[in-house]
């Protein structure tokens, strides 16, 4: 037998078993080796492998491979016995790692992770780790109330922690900062981490007051300073958007096509005041639809690498809490000159569709457009004259009501086109939350939407799809709102977790389309289950992004989406509408292109961050108000 030949049978049937250790006697067994000989050549072999540390050897002399050691990078999520998890991969299964691995990382760190015993092909378990290093904090600040004390030389007190991810640490404070007094909720900016010694335990210095605990409102003060969610203006920014004409001059007007004269509607909920989308609708001689959605000209007035656009794109969104918004711009822009009020003039960005009656938008023009809202109407007062056919609201409307009619067809014919190719159509009525003047919970409520909340965002998805396909196809650099095909190995435990039920799916998991995931939530539609198996579903999915790359929506069943429609409390759709003038200004020529071209990953990239730390703001929030809600109902 050959000396690569032996090596070769070595090595193949320790990497089959990569955690056992074998005594020569035993793998001698093992690879059916007779005679004294074979013994002595395995003896000498192994001996070999040592030297080329192929294999290893313990205080028994029994042998084990030497597994190659590959790190990798990802976010630790840690759990209260001491484990935790790494995600470096959506595609993969996440690193399990054991409490005496996790050198001492929080939830949310970005960390290096060795792994030390790989994943098992014909095995459910992930791989193990070991964290070799720490390459960025979650949190570097913390945010709460202020208590005083002097048990220990240099530590002056210490901050309740709030953030249900953190309940297991404390946080000291040192003498190095300000010295607050107590109840006073502060942020501290963490100095020292837990270690060997002391596990649970953070220090941190103060750095700034940002009121009393006993403030109302400043329970959610807190969950927005622990997010870092920007919510004050600077001056700067301020004074910027001051300086800002509250009417439309007419310099502005030039070069844009005049549509002042066309019955524009802005339909929003009662309370909203920064209106960014108006909408109008009627039926073409050839029996097909016109539909206009005419949006904010945002970007006209938030020039790039202004102060007010430096400030927009580090916020990146608004932020909607139970009280109050922590908004994208200046009240200035978004209720006044951005928000399309009626019977004023207002600059839009301009996105006019025709569509026959099978849904299909077969016309379409994308323009700068001056525009003049002739109603603000509420999703209440247009659901009372499509779904209640109230004879007060239909005749106080009369002269529009012909059009909301003609919008309720047209939102039928899309939302059937949309069921058709498998867009996915969640039932989403949300809880909401009312709070009295000190901000405290007294009431929650289920928000439902009706057909007009339905409508116009059938009209809306429409306008974003047209504007993604056009420059999609246009092949010029963009941004768009991707939402990727789920991972085949979550899709399967998705479908197993459904026959618990009594669904079955149809198709592969490999090879997953929307429709199948509609199908499933037809055959809960009604049941106790249908909520748990939604959750479950989204949790199947991935998040939905934003992208320089047109890689369609799954949810929506859509090959190509951005979102065009919300400039005012999203910077990516101003951004859109910025890209939207360049290339109707400097055509679509090289040089064009080559304009925004390395930009936008990063812009996608950050935007995209932004939107989840919004999100889980909300989230928080949200959690925070209704706990407390349920706390005055024990019992």
Known sequence: ???????????????????????????????????????????????????????????????????????????????????????????????????????????????????????????????????????????????GAYTPSTDEDGIIGSVEIKDKKLSKYQLLITDQGLHPTEGEVIIAEVAAYPDAQHPTRMIGIAKQVIGSVDDPGMDVLQVVYQHDV?????????????????????????????????????????????????????????????????????????????????????????????????????????????????????????????????????????????????????????????????????????????????????????????RHRGAIDFDDNEAKIIVDEAGHPIDIQLRVRGLAERMIESFMLAANETVAKNYSQLKVPFIYRVHETPDSDRMLSFFEFVTNFGVSVKGSSKDVKPKMLQDVLKKVAGKPEEAMVSVMMLRSMKQARYADQSLGHFGLAAPYYTHFTSPIRRYPDMMVHRLIRHYAENGTGEEARARYRDNLPNIAETTSDHERRGVDTERDVDSMKKAEYMADHVG
Request: glycine letters at 4%.
């Open 230 to 418: 920007p919510s004050v203006f600077p001056e700067e920014v301020t004074d910027e958007a001051n300086r800002i004409p509250d009417y439309v001059t007419d310099e502005e007007k030039v070069g844009r096509v005049d549509i002042t004269d066309q019955p524009l509607v802005t339909i929003d909920g009662a309370e909203s005041k920064d209106l960014d989308d108006a909408v109008v609708a009627w039926r073409l001689p050839n029996g097909n639809f016109h539909l206009g959605v005419h949006i904010a000209d945002v970007s006209h007035y938030v020039t790039e690498n202004s102060e007010l656009d430096r400030e927009a794109f580090k916020r990146g969104t608004s932020v909607y809490l139970t009280d109050r918004v922590i908004p994208m711009l200046p009240r200035r822009l978004s209720n006044g000159i951005c928000s399309l009020n009626p019977d004023v003039e207002r600059l839009a960005m301009s996105c006019e569709m025709e569509i026959d009656q099978t849904g299909e938008i077969v016309n379409h023009k994308i323009f700068q457009s001056v525009i003049r809202s002739h109603a603000r109407m509420t999703y209440d007062a247009v659901n009372q004259i499509l779904e209640a056919h109230d004879p007060k609201t239909r005749e106080k409307y009369a002269d529009l009501v012909d059009m909301f009619d003609t919008m309720g067809d047209l939102h039928r014919i899309l939302y059937k086109h949309r």
């Open 1 to 143: 037998m050959s000396e690569a030949n032996l090596q070769e049978q070595i090595l193949t049937f320790l990497q089959a078993h990569p955690d056992r250790t074998y005594s020569v006697e035993q793998l001698t067994d093992e690879l059916h080796f007779t005679g004294a000989t074979a013994f002595t050549f395995l003896v000498k072999e192994l001996a070999n492998m040592e030297r080329k540390k192929l294999v290893s050897t313990d205080d028994h002399d029994h042998f084990k491979l030497v597994q190659e050691t590959k790190t990798v990078e990802g976010s630790f999520h840690g759990n209260d016995k001491g484990f935790g998890f790494v995600r470096y991969d959506p595609d993969l299964p996440d690193i399990y790692i054991n409490p005496d691995n996790t050198q001492f990382a929080i939830t949310g760190d970005d960390v290096a992770v060795e792994i030390i015993r790989p994943a098992r092909p014909s095995s459910d378990r992930g791989p193990e780790g070991k964290i070799v290093s720490i390459v960025k904090r979650n949190y570097t600040q913390i945010v």
